[in-house]
């Protein structure tokens, strides 16, 4: 799956927004919400990919353990928030994916 691009992502919903004349302010600060949001998200699965589902702490000289990352916790409530304002732009389901060029994985036969 290739990489989206920040501004990949932000031109295809302000262009989705466009198509359906939804430019006011409301909603471009929605965007912008969303576009925050993905950037959290983005720190989130990194975190999640250096440090793992559980963390270790130490709380001194004999205390220590392991626990469950954080951004394990966080990552869903912001995909959820993220899910909503598309949802409140009314275009859940219009984004528009151009696949980078020379990119043929798309086109394998999976047997489905």
Not at 12 to 41: N, P
Not at 48 to 62: D, F, L, M, T
Not at 98 to 111: A, F, H
Request: glycine share 6%.
């Amino acid at each position: 799956m290739a990489r989206q691009k920040r501004k990949d992502v932000y031109d295809s919903l302000y262009s989705a927004l466009e198509a359906k004349g939804l430019t006011a302010a409301y909603f471009l600060d929605l965007l912008d919400q969303y576009m925050v949001l993905w950037d959290i998200q983005k720190k989130l699965t990194a975190d999640i990919k250096k440090r793992g589902p559980v963390v270790e702490w130490q709380n001194g000289a004999n205390q220590k353990g392991l626990r469950k990352n954080d951004s394990v916790v966080e990552l869903p409530k912001i995909s959820k928030r993220m899910t909503d304002i598309l949802r409140q732009l009314e275009i859940d389901c219009y984004i528009e994916v151009t696949p980078p060029k020379g990119d043929d994985s798309d086109d394998e036969d999976i047997g489905l």
